[in-house]
């Protein structure tokens, strides 16, 4: 059962539009990531908090900017979205406190850029 | 940098027989090992953590096995059925930076 949800599921969006992916979790986590997955590839992280107020970039370069207002919630804005941006993005997250909790995913938003 | 690597790519078998799935790293410190499945469209659900103090971890029919000294984990299937297709994953967290994950083995069985 998904205890972190991610809307929309799939977007189609033309250039230029500015756009915002939802991520929330309801397990009380610290700890919330965002990936970029391209097919056949493996998970690129692009952000990362660790609580709130708290905002980090990842090992690959992006676009996109998040935010951390409430534990709960952690959106990733693209301003202004280009072909380039066309991926799937999953949001996840992991208990605080402990290097060894699992990470928990939610089913991803698939964007296209057109 | 951590590098991780699954092979092979993509696996068909027949159902009944075990899987057998290699996932290897290039730096041997770390905290632990995390094996995912990924169903098409969709989030990773998590199968089994192992801790780098760990040299196994079973939960049913799923046993991951963890040789930190060689790079090495492998995670068995007992028994595939159809419904065990899928892409697997594998994510190293190394002692030092963030969880890196391996591009997968995509598993089909065959009724």
């Known amino acids: 059962e998904a205890d972190i949800y991610q809307t929309p599921r799939y977007l189609v969006i033309g250039t230029g539009k500015k756009i915002t992916l939802e991520c929330s979790q309801t397990?009380?986590?610290?700890?919330m990531y965002w990936y970029q997955q391209d097919p056949g590839m493996e998970l690129h992280l692009i952000h990362y908090?660790?609580?709130?107020?708290?905002?980090e970039k990842g090992d690959l370069s992006s676009e996109s900017t998040v935010s951390r207002i409430r534990t709960e919630h952690f959106p990733l804005t693209l301003e202004s979205a280009r072909p380039s941006h066309t991926s799937q993005y999953l949001c996840?997250?992991?208990?605080?406190?402990?290097?060894?909790?699992?990470?928990?995913f939610g089913n991803g938003t698939r964007l296209t850029v057109t | 940098k951590q590098e991780v690597t699954q092979i092979p790519a993509a696996l068909s078998v027949p159902e009944g027989e075990n899987l057998v799935l290699n996932c290897s790293f290039t730096?041997?410190?770390?905290?632990?090992l995390q094996w995912f499945r990924q169903d098409p469209g969709k989030g990773l659900t998590s199968l089994l953590l192992?801790?780098?103090?760990?040299r196994e971890q079973t939960s049913g029919r799923l046993n991951a096995s963890l040789d930190k000294s060689s790079g090495r984990s492998t995670l068995y299937i007992a028994a595939s059925q159809p419904g065990d297709s899928a892409t697997y994953l594998c994510?190293?967290?190394?002692?030092?930076?963030?969880?890196?994950f391996g591009a997968g083995t995509q598993v089909v069985v065959t009724p």
């Open positions: 996840a997250s992991s208990a605080p406190g402990q290097t060894n909790s699992p990470l928990h």
């Open positions: 397990m009380g986590h610290d700890k």
């Open positions: 908090s660790y609580g709130v107020n708290s905002t």
């Open positions: 730096d041997s410190a770390i905290y632990n």
């Open positions: 192992i801790q780098s103090s760990q």
């Open positions: 994510a190293v967290r190394p002692s030092w930076g963030k969880l890196q």
